[in-house]
């Protein structure tokens, strides 16, 4: 999927600088391990690290529209699915290729179209391109904002970017500060779209092209949203359609010179996905199965507990699954000692540059990409189908619905995730109640409406937009961040903006016609998968019950107390004991969604400002 980097100053020749600029490449290396390049002019580095996908020999970046410099340069990340339409269109308007990458095509899309090429794309991707005739960079980012791209104006009137904040950080003129609003974003489970945590340091938005020139911003445009249409499919129709899309989706999806395979949980998403996917292959004559991959913990059938959140076991509907679709099934079994071992938390944390994880959810990720990795470079995944169907449990509780803040604050409140934030002061301190809700009202306020929609069809879309602008934001990031970690690539049909933008303006009503959560995915899915797949109940990512990884994590809090640590800046040790002195075994009970992940994040910020040499400004 590749890394990118880059800086931009009108104000100094550039090319004394390529040391800096190489250090800030080289932080992408996970991302990129198969080659890296760096491009230099006067004002202006491109750097770029590469995964190989397509055209493995002729699609090394920087890339450059002119042997000579004169026309667009680009450094790329991503894949943009439709490229040989692309390509087959720019090659009739005369246009000359060189390699056969995804890459090359974006760059003369450019040269065509100027920035309104952005418009043409499907795909996951960020990218940056000088262009040497107005020396004007451009970033651009895909819809639904599947890969990261962030930027850091300097002090001089530059622009340092990077795939990931540990790109800019590299750079001597970027600090590693945190303030108050910073320490907002990490604890208030809001992700803002743009914020980025670090003082000085913005995300670009999804669906949007920034154009930085010698005065700065130029301009910020996005080139698609979500907007609101009348739906006119009846049902049947409606079905049929979302089950076109995915096969057409999940098809485009499959293209790669390297090896291909699926995360299966068991779920309805994967599930879907990798029957899809093996359907896809052997319509294409591929002799070989699809491998599916799948996580869980030793011994959790046995100690599995039913609760809100997780109704049964996964592995054993993965199991069956991958016999229905005849795919090669590889289950990894994890336990306490593999979650917290010191080495895979670090790389978690350091491949998120925050502290923003869901605990063991993160690390048992890390785990499973790794043995992906090992047998593949890309990977499908279920990842945003709840959010657009509404499989969540806040989707079909009222409470959630009705609670006038965002709908997954509510599993955070009830299982004691938000009581505990209170319990160690950081909810009160950091003014977490107006922060939120400040948040809440400007989401709200962009919310795409139906001039003759109301009650619980004009909420229900309310609670969409939510989902898929903010939480689904941050579970992409996390997915993006913890695979590439590992140097795998991993697509996200559900993401495809066509399917967003049909799903999206489905009436509530159809979207639960029998009653249930995702309806109508289950009802486009029929035939395809297992029926006991299709009706079984929708269970969040795994998570460990095991008692003793609550024990490990209180053991580690105490530690850091004994230490006089970092995390004392913002909670005291008196706050931190009140939390410690709560029964053991308390916190295990709604896993991640519960104070347990308070203890998570106490313990992942205080490595955050060990490992990043964080200064806190409160």
């Given at each position: ?15 004394a600088?390529?040391?800096m600029?190489e ?8 991302r990129?391990p198969?080659?890296w390049g760096?491009?230099?002019?006067p004002?202006a ?5 590469r995964?190989?996908?397509i055209d ?5 970046q920087?890339m450059a529209?002119a042997?000579?410099d004169?026309?667009?340069?680009i ?9 040989r339409?692309l390509?087959?269109e ?6 000359q ?5 995804d890459?090359?095509v ?8 100027g ?8 795909g ?5 391109i000088w262009?040497?005739?107005?020396e004007e960079l451009?970033?651009?980012?895909d ?5 990261p791209l ?7 009137g530059g622009l340092?970017f990077?795939?990931e ?6 750079h001597e003129?970027?600090e ?10 990490v ?5 803002t779209p743009g914020h980025?945590v670090?003082r000085?340091?913005h995300?670009?938005l999804p669906a ?9 911003l130029?301009s ?10 009348p739906?006119?499919?009846?049902l049947?129709?409606t ?5 076109e899309?995915l ?10 010179d ?7 949980s ?11 996917a ?8 591929v002799?070989q ?6 996580v869980?913990?030793?011994g959790h ?16 509907f993965?199991?069956?699954v ?6 090669e ?8 000692a ?8 670090e790389?978690?944390?350091?491949a998120q ?5 869901t605990?063991d959810?993160?690390?048992?990720l890390?785990i499973?990409c790794r043995a992906?990795?090992e047998r593949?470079?890309v ?9 657009l ?5 806040w989707?079909h509780?009222?409470?959630?619905v009705?609670?006038?803040?965002f ?10 995730g938000?009581?505990?934030l209170r319990?160690?002061g ?6 977490l109640?107006?922060?939120v809700?400040e948040?809440?009202a400007?989401?709200?306020e ?9 009650g ?5 879309r ?5 989902n ?5 934001n941050?579970?992409l990031d996390?997915?993006?961040?913890i ?14 903006h066509?399917?967003?933008?049909y799903?999206?303006?489905t009436?509530w ?5 029998d ?5 109508l995915?289950r009802?486009?899915?029929?035939g395809v998968?297992p029926d006991s ?5 929708k269970?969040?990512?795994p ?6 990884y609550?024990?490990a ?8 107390l ?11 040790e ?11 075994g ?6 991640p969604w ?5 203890l998570?994040?106490?313990i992942e910020?205080?490595?955050w ?6 200064r806190?400004?409160?």
């Amino acid at each position: 999927m590749c890394g990118l980097a880059g800086w931009v100053s009108h104000q100094r020749d550039l090319t004394a600088y390529e040391d800096m600029a190489e250090a800030m490449t080289h932080t992408m290396e996970c991302r990129g391990p198969d080659a890296w390049g760096l491009w230099t002019s006067p004002h202006a580095i491109l750097g770029h690290r590469r995964l190989a996908i397509i055209d493995l020999e002729g699609g090394k970046q920087p890339m450059a529209a002119a042997e000579d410099d004169s026309l667009p340069v680009i450094t790329y990340t991503g894949e943009v699915y439709n490229f040989r339409e692309l390509r087959e269109e720019l090659e009739g308007l005369g246009h000359q290729f060189r390699t056969t990458s995804d890459t090359e095509v974006v760059l003369r899309a450019y040269v065509e179209w100027g920035e309104h090429f952005a418009e043409r794309l499907n795909g996951i991707y960020a990218f940056a391109i000088w262009d040497p005739r107005t020396e004007e960079l451009l970033l651009v980012r895909d819809r639904m904002g599947v890969k990261p791209l962030y930027y850091y104006p300097t002090a001089d009137g530059g622009l340092l970017f990077a795939s990931e904040p540990k790109g800019i950080l590299a750079h001597e003129d970027a600090e590693a500060v945190v303030d108050a609003d910073g320490l907002r974003e990490v604890f208030s489970i809001v992700k803002t779209p743009g914020h980025a945590v670090f003082r000085g340091m913005h995300e670009v938005l999804p669906a949007t092209v920034m154009r930085f020139g010698r005065e700065g911003l130029i301009s910020s445009r996005r080139y698609w949203e979500l907007t609101a249409r009348p739906h006119t499919d009846d049902l049947d129709a409606t079905v049929a359609h979302v089950r076109e899309l995915l096969e057409d989706i999940v098809e485009r999806q499959l293209v790669a010179d390297v090896t291909v395979g699926t995360l299966l949980s068991g779920g309805l998403d994967s599930s879907a996905v990798t029957a899809l996917a093996a359907k896809a292959l052997a319509k294409q004559g591929v002799e070989q199965p699809i491998r599916a991959f799948s996580v869980d913990f030793k011994g959790h059938e046995e100690r599995f507990e039913s609760n809100v959140q997780w109704e049964d076991p996964d592995t054993p509907f993965a199991v069956e699954v991958a016999k229905h679709v005849g795919a090669e099934h590889i289950i990894v079994e994890l336990d306490n000692a593999d979650i917290l071992d010191d080495e895979v938390r670090e790389t978690v944390l350091r491949a998120q540059d925050l502290p923003v994880s869901t605990g063991d959810m993160e690390y048992s990720l890390l785990i499973l990409c790794r043995a992906l990795k090992e047998r593949m470079t890309v990977a499908l995944s279920g990842e945003a189908a709840d959010e657009l169907f509404g499989g969540y449990t806040w989707f079909h509780d009222k409470e959630a619905v009705e609670n006038g803040s965002f709908p997954w604050h509510h599993p955070f409140e009830k299982a004691g995730g938000i009581g505990a934030l209170r319990t160690v002061g950081l909810w009160d301190r950091l003014g977490l109640d107006e922060y939120v809700k400040e948040r809440y009202a400007q989401a709200l306020e962009e919310v795409p409406r139906l001039a003759d929609e109301s009650g619980l069809e004009a909420r229900m879309r309310e609670v969409t937009y939510l989902n898929l602008t903010r939480w689904e934001n941050f579970l992409l990031d996390r997915k993006d961040r913890i695979s590439m970690a590992v140097s795998l690539e991993v697509r996200v049909p559900f993401t495809d903006h066509r399917l967003v933008e049909y799903v999206y303006n489905t009436p509530w009503a159809m979207k639960t016609f029998d009653g249930r959560e995702k309806s109508l995915l289950r009802a486009a899915m029929r035939g395809v998968l297992p029926d006991s797949v299709l009706d079984r109940k929708k269970n969040p990512y795994p998570s460990t019950q095991d008692r003793k990884y609550e024990l490990a994590l209180r053991e580690r809090v105490e530690a850091l107390l004994t230490e006089g640590a970092p995390v004392l800046q913002i909670v005291s040790e008196e706050e931190v004991r009140r939390l410690l002195d709560v029964p053991e075994g308390s916190y295990n009970v709604g896993g991640p969604w519960s104070a347990r992940a308070v203890l998570e994040r106490l313990i992942e910020f205080n490595a955050w400002v060990t490992f990043y040499g964080v200064r806190v400004e409160l």
